[in-house]
């Protein structure tokens, strides 16, 4: 059998997340049954990961077993044609038979939007966080600095998450501004619940002034969630890529 | 009284255009009820001009006289609270009494939004026009400069529209590109109807090379409707900037 990667961008304002649920239509859903239409078989569909309600993707990876001969180029068409305008798979790959888009995934790079302006510009409603306050970006720089590297980010995981270890690693974090647009873009081996948006909010809260610039260094060291800031809002969040 | 002009944006898809028509709600309409309700007398809003059903802004402007006392910083503030969220008021500045927006106005900006990718991106849908034809940029480019400076615009001109002259001015013309992105920011002293998109449509054409590089020049000379391309989507269309 053929193994594919598929690589997915969504606007994920209409589902529950990438995963499948019972309380609302989930992308997985959504592409698994639309590569089922096209190729006329039954298919497991193997997420890179998890992306929570209303988070968006402009680089999801899933792989999956089929015995279509349809070629890797054409099949992104073909699987569009039966998925909403919302959900689009913009690239298809053949790969060796042991790959797996969440095993064989080595990283992550996830872009954070935060529209910084008194009033919230209607053109990135739905596709950036709004922050009212004026942000220090030269603090939020340099505080997140201490972010990179291997460290024990217990402090940054949402409740409700059950994993073996909390130690990732960061590759880097870059944040950028283009008028009243800032760009948090955060690269690393792996991330916990919610991490990339309590990271995001104790960020905002830094930039801000509520918290000093040590902050982010005295979450990693204490370990406590409660020492970090409330989770930023999925509205501004992008899974931008997995590495292979 | 004061003379008070506004500045606007709006997410365009949900409005009939800028000015008020009896096919549906437009964007004006919302705007002078929600100033009314804040300044609790009647207004006459002036416009810097229309924009069509669908097309977006992040500068427009508008004046209108007042007794209100509220302080231009506090304005957008006030009017916001009766605005939907797809519309801003953005800007409120003192003006002297003879200002008009429409009237005062020297010139205008508009940004065209391409997403150039044989697959939609849905983060972009309703905010950018998708062209899957590969678009050669420098060809646009070249072609682009014939339209700047004062020509007779008939053939770049919409049907349906009665203005003595169709003279215009186009003040500069710049095309840029950013991954997928194509932007197109187009100035000059007055555009007329439908003139932007037809002006994109052709360099679209061009781009794709269904049209020479010269057909923008032949098109200035002939004063052809029929010479230029069909009128590009309203969803790609910003008005940017209005100049006084």
């Known amino acids: 059998m053929r193994n594919i990667l598929i690589t997915i961008e969504y606007d994920g304002k209409?589902?529950?997340?990438?995963?499948?649920?019972?309380?609302?239509?989930?992308?997985?859903?959504?592409?698994?049954?639309?590569?089922?239409?096209?190729?006329?078989?039954?298919?497991?569909l193997y997420g890179s990961g998890r992306t929570d309600s209303g988070v968006h993707a402009l680089g999801q990876a899933a792989s999956f077993y089929t015995n279509s001969n349809i070629s890797a180029d054409k099949l992104p068409y073909g699987i569009n044609s039966f998925l909403p305008e919302d959900i689009r798979v913009i690239k298809a790959e053949e790969k060796e038979e042991d790959f797996h888009a969440r095993y064989s995934a080595k990283g992550k790079e996830y872009v954070y939007l935060i529209y910084n302006r008194s009033i919230m510009n209607p053109i990135y409603k739905g596709r950036a966080s709004h922050v009212f306050y004026k942000l220090d970006l030269d603090k939020m720089k340099r505080a997140s600095k201490s972010l990179i590297g291997i460290h024990d980010f217990a402090g940054f995981m949402g409740s409700g998450s059950d994993v073996k270890s909390t130690v990732r690693e960061i590759y880097d974090i870059d944040i950028t501004k283009d008028n009243d647009l800032i760009k948090i873009k955060i690269s690393g081996s792996g991330f916990l619940y919610n991490m990339v948006r309590i990271i995001v909010a104790?960020?905002?809260?830094?930039?801000?002034?509520?918290?000093?610039?040590?902050?982010?260094?005295e979450i990693l060291e204490t370990k406590q969630r409660s020492m970090a800031n409330v989770t930023a809002p999925a509205v501004g969040l992008y899974l931008n890529k997995v590495f292979y």
């Open 202 to 217: 104790s960020l905002i809260d830094i930039g801000r002034g509520r918290f000093d610039e040590n902050r982010i260094e």
């Open 14 to 44: 209409n589902y529950v997340g990438w995963q499948m649920q019972n309380n609302g239509i989930s992308v997985e859903e959504k592409v698994k049954t639309a590569i089922e239409k096209l190729v006329k078989e039954e298919v497991k």
